[in-house]
């Protein structure tokens, strides 16, 4: 049942996010979630009685939409910064998770220390997107921290992911086009092959801003390379398939 008393701190809202009741605190001077999220909770599987492990969570929205769409048994998260777990934490109960949900505050370059080897099915992960020394860096530590890879690479992601991962374990992620020679360059070299990758646009006749990713540990070297994914139709709203992922 959600817990009645999960306390709301001084700037935090409480978002509705439309689908079975679930709702999520957030904090508008911490990093929100975005569309990224949303897409990648859409595009990563999970069967009903599969456990599901989520690293840099942040305010641990990705464990929530999985719930609220019947992805899922058991979730475990981690971040790094002690603001954003509680956050996680106490949205787990503000939805009922708090038997099936729990996050640590921790580094993921430990996360197989902490969780275990060969422990999950399933490993979810939106990652910081840009390099350490690239771009401007916001002057705000737990938003320059999602943003740039200060506390951890894209080969860190990948070792700690497949460590985690049990052999034909999935990793699901959302990345840069841009960074996609690395991230396959670092998945590769870490047992993880990627098999499934959907490119999702602004605009039709627009580069692509995102991908998504689907990789099998252990598995063979076949891709499939699903249909683009469309954000805004020629009127500037939303395409059907992202309201229906909202």
């Known amino acids: 049942?959600?817990?009645?008393?999960?306390?709301?701190?001084?700037?935090?809202?409480?978002?509705?996010?439309?689908?079975n009741g679930y709702r999520?605190?957030?904090?508008?001077?911490?990093?929100?979630?975005?569309?990224?999220a949303v897409l990648l909770g859409c595009f990563a599987r999970a069967l009903p009685d599969e456990d599901v492990l989520d690293l840099c969570t942040g305010n641990g929205v990705i464990p929530v939409l999985m719930r609220a769409r019947g992805k899922g048994r058991n979730y475990r998260a981690m971040?790094?910064?002690?603001?954003?777990?509680d956050l996680a934490e106490r949205n787990f109960r503000l939805n009922g998770m708090q038997g099936c949900a729990r996050v640590v505050c921790g580094d993921i370059c430990r996360a197989s220390e902490v969780f275990g080897r060969d422990a999950f099915p399933v490993v979810t992960v939106n990652p910081p997107y840009m390099k350490g020394g690239h771009g401007l860096l916001n002057p705000d530590a737990a938003k320059a921290a999602a943003r740039h890879e200060i506390f951890?690479?894209?080969?860190?992601?990948?070792?700690?992911?497949?460590?985690?991962?049990?052999?034909?374990?999935?990793?699901?992620?959302?990345?840069?086009?841009?960074?996609?020679?690395?991230v396959f360059e670092a998945l590769t070299e870490n047992g993880l092959e990627p098999k499934r990758m959907r490119l999702v646009y602004p605009k039709a006749g627009q580069d692509a801003n995102m991908v998504l990713?689907?990789?099998?540990k252990g598995g063979g070297r076949q891709m499939t390379v699903e249909p683009p994914l469309i954000i805004y139709?020629?009127?500037g709203r939303y395409t059907q398939e992202v309201k229906d992922a909202y």
């Open 152 to 182: 951890c690479t894209i080969d860190d992601v990948a070792r700690e992911a497949s460590r985690c991962l049990k052999v034909k374990g999935r990793l699901y992620m959302v990345h840069r086009p841009a960074r996609l020679p690395e």
């Open 213 to 216: 990713l689907e990789a099998v």
């Open 1 to 19: 049942m959600p817990d009645t008393q999960v306390r709301i701190r001084d700037g935090e809202r409480i978002d509705d996010l439309q689908r």
């Open 233 to 235: 139709g020629p009127d």
């Open 79 to 85: 971040e790094i910064n002690p603001d954003s777990a």
């Open 24 to 36: 999520l605190i957030q904090n508008p001077k911490m990093f929100c979630f975005g569309m990224d």
